[in-house]
């Protein structure tokens, strides 16, 4: 597990490091069986780790996906530098070797996931599959070369006055800004976390994670290994136990990143999670990082604290050969499987 978290301090990936996935397979998957951890190694040394998970679909085909999904977005494939082309080709070709053979193989919000999974068909024996990808972005705050005097400077004036002055009210109000580090302490703020998650997500739509029982319990995990070598931190505008915002962050090398933040209804005129975000950026420049990864998506707040964003793809690899044979569906015509999920659509509408 050293060499897995050295190479994830080094690429900067905090949400792909060993404590992150490992926290996530034991306690959101939960099924050791499900488990496919791809590596590859020269000489000795490990140099790429794909870390997957199988699951099957209602029609019993063989899906694989990401570690993380849909929970802890980001876990990305690791490709030693120094030697990341011949790491990926080798990642690449083992997909096919993979047990029980995949019928679909989904990536997501991973950088050149569409590269990787050609390469993985191109080496795929027999016929060719079908790789398709979306392309989205990542947003992130560069520190070096001036990059915090800049954030800086882009907040002169006014919205300075409004901070100081908002923080000054609810400070004056009783609330404690904190910057946590002790992980028992991290942990007792969880559930405040969760609360405000859920409030937002669920005035959002019901957009987001689920927040489930086993994702806090990942997340705990996860804690009590990274926060004493100070790589999980936890910021809070807080009373007496209450949160009016929460920003749960991983480091990894020189990189933080803004996995979990939500913010509450209470004070909302004084912008607690605005002013819990520039808490976070002042700590990343103090602490000598060189990039705070604000994570998948376009909301406004990302846009307007970036200064930069790289591309991530969602991708999918599709086999088309029918041997060996997964389920007995794959013998259905897929105009006839696509006719059926639809009618079961229309079916769970209407109920």
């Not at 846009?303 to 013998?331: H, K, M, Q, W, Y």
Request: charged share 25%.
């Amino acid at each position: 597990m050293a060499e897995w978290d050295d190479l994830a301090c080094r690429l900067g990936a905090p949400r792909s490091a060993p404590a992150c996935v490992l926290a996530w397979y034991r306690n959101v998957l939960a099924d050791d069986s499900r488990i496919r951890l791809v590596t590859v190694h020269d000489g000795e040394a490990l140099a790429g780790v794909l870390p997957l998970y199988v699951d099957r679909d209602h029609w019993g085909f063989v899906h694989y996906r990401m570690a993380g999904h849909q929970t802890l977005v980001g876990v990305e494939p690791l490709l030693d530098p120094d030697h990341a082309d011949d790491a990926a080709r080798l990642l690449a070709e083992h997909v096919h070797r993979l047990r029980p053979v995949p019928d679909v193989v989904q990536l997501e919000a991973v950088p050149a996931a569409m590269a990787l999974l050609e390469r993985a068909s191109d080496a795929w024996p027999g016929r060719r599959p079908r790789v398709a990808a979306t392309a989205s972005i990542a947003p992130f705050l560069s520190f070096p070369d001036g990059g915090y005097e800049e954030w800086v400077a882009r907040r002169a004036g006014r919205t300075t006055r409004e901070s100081r002055r908002s923080a000054r009210r609810l400070t004056e109000a009783g609330y404690t800004q904190t910057v946590l580090t002790d992980p028992e302490e991290i942990v007792r703020r969880l559930p405040e976390l969760r609360r405000l998650y859920l409030d937002r997500k669920e005035a959002r739509g019901g957009w987001g994670a689920s927040f489930s029982p086993a994702m806090l319990a990942m997340i705990e995990d996860l804690t009590r290994a990274l926060a004493p070598l100070g790589r999980a931190t936890m910021f809070t505008w807080e009373q007496d136990g209450t949160a009016l915002a929460a920003h749960f962050v991983l480091t990894a090398g020189g990189t933080a990143s803004g996995w979990l933040g939500a913010v509450g209804t209470r004070e909302t005129k004084y912008s607690p999670g605005s002013l819990n975000v520039e808490r976070v950026v002042e700590w990343a420049h103090d602490e000598g990082l060189c990039m705070l990864d604000l994570g998948p998506g376009d909301e406004q707040y990302k846009d307007r604290d970036s200064n930069g964003a790289r591309t991530i793809e969602d991708a999918v690899l599709r086999r088309r050969d029918l041997f060996p044979l997964n389920t007995p569906a794959a013998l259905v015509p897929s105009g006839v499987r696509r006719a059926v999920r639809s009618l079961r659509e229309r079916g769970s509408r209407r109920v």
